[in-house]
């Protein structure tokens, strides 16, 4: 069985690296602030890189600076958001294996058989209504194939 490995594919550690590296930025710039009295980042900002994927970065930056680790309110909802990303990456994972680890030839997939392999995730009434809703058309038959 081919598995799916969509966390090593060069686009996705950019995007992971670069977003933790700026988490981790504001989270040493905000710390700054707060110290010298200057503009502070918005908590929101902040929670919302850890949302995006930069929690890694951010939690570092927190231990390593003792910052925003007292504050409760923060914390309840950036923990929050570590633990969507978590869910996240364990459904994309498993998701992307039951979707994909069946690849045939060379790993790829007709349109027909991604159809019929998200069908078999999601459900036929799901897939169906979102063809419809999607292109205003029927969905793809049922024939079987020879």
Same mark, same amino acid.
């Given at each position: 069985?081919?598995?799916?490995?969509?966390?090593?594919?060069?686009?996705?550690?950019? /995007?992971?690296?670069?977003?933790?590296?700026?988490?981790?930025?504001?989270?040493?710039?905000?710390?700054?602030?707060?110290?010298?009295?200057?503009? &502070?980042?918005?908590?929101?900002?902040?929670?919302?890189?850890?949302?995006?994927?930069?929690?890694?970065?951010?939690?570092?930056?927190?231990?390593?600076?003792?910052?925003?680790?007292?504050?409760?309110?923060?914390?309840?909802?950036?923990?929050?958001?570590?633990?969507?990303?978590?869910?996240?990456?364990?459904?994309?994972?498993?998701?992307?294996?039951?979707?994909?680890?069946?690849?045939?030839?060379?790993?790829?997939?007709?349109?027909?058989?991604? /159809?019929?392999?998200?069908?078999?995730?999601?459900?036929?009434?799901?897939?169906?209504?979102?063809?419809?809703?999607?292109?205003?058309?029927?969905?793809?038959? &049922?024939?079987?194939?020879?």
């Amino acid at each position: 069985m081919q598995s799916l490995n969509i966390f090593t594919k060069p686009p996705v550690l950019i /995007y992971l690296g670069g977003i933790n590296i700026y988490s981790y930025g504001l989270f040493a710039y905000d710390k700054n602030q707060a110290k010298t009295g200057g503009w &502070r980042v918005r908590e929101r900002t902040l929670q919302l890189t850890g949302l995006l994927g930069g929690w890694i970065g951010g939690m570092m930056a927190m231990q390593q600076f003792r910052h925003k680790t007292v504050k409760k309110e923060f914390t309840n909802v950036y923990y929050s958001c570590v633990a969507v990303n978590i869910v996240g990456l364990g459904c994309l994972a498993f998701l992307g294996n039951k979707l994909f680890g069946l690849g045939n030839a060379g790993g790829k997939l007709n349109p027909g058989d991604l /159809y019929r392999r998200l069908e078999g995730v999601v459900g036929t009434d799901a897939m169906n209504s979102l063809v419809k809703n999607a292109t205003g058309q029927k969905p793809p038959s &049922r024939r079987r194939r020879k």
